[in-house]
Nanobody
Framework: QVQLVESGGGLVLPGGSLSLSCAAS????????MAWYRQGPGKQREFVAG???????KYADSVKGRFTISRNNAKFAVYLQMNSLAPEDTAVYYC?????????WGQGTQVTVSS
């Protein structure tokens, strides 16, 4: 059973930065794709960023150039560095892992961008 635990959410001013972390319990870790999704108020859950076992990354157009996803396989963790945050980035952010055709989700962490 895989457990994903996010941390690092909070309230930030527009233009500010925030860093999210996700700790994974499943082993091995480095063999699987990790990603971040988000769900804003009244919106459907959407893809934010993904990182593959080889380290390549993919981003939603809305966050390109502002967000950076990274992973530390030795620490079984994935991160999301968010810069130049805007009110429309307000959402619950979820950590995601796909493993052998099964999807795993964290419980989510709230990010609120507001003045």
């Amino acid at each position: 059973q895989v457990q994903l635990v996010e941390s690092g959410g909070g309230l930030v001013l527009p233009g500010g930065s925030l860093s999210l972390s996700c700790a994974a319990s499943g082993r091995p870790f480095g063999l699987y794709t990790m990603a971040w999704y988000r769900q804003g108020p009244g919106k459907q859950r959407e893809f934010v960023a993904g990182i593959y076992p080889n380290g390549s990354t993919k981003y939603a157009d809305s966050v390109k150039g502002r967000f950076t996803i990274s992973r530390n396989n030795a620490k079984f963790a994935v991160y999301l560095q968010m810069n130049s945050l805007a009110p429309e980035d307000t959402a619950v952010y979820y950590c995601y892992q796909t493993r052998s055709g099964v999807d795993y989700w964290g419980q989510g962490t709230q990010v609120t961008v507001s003045s």
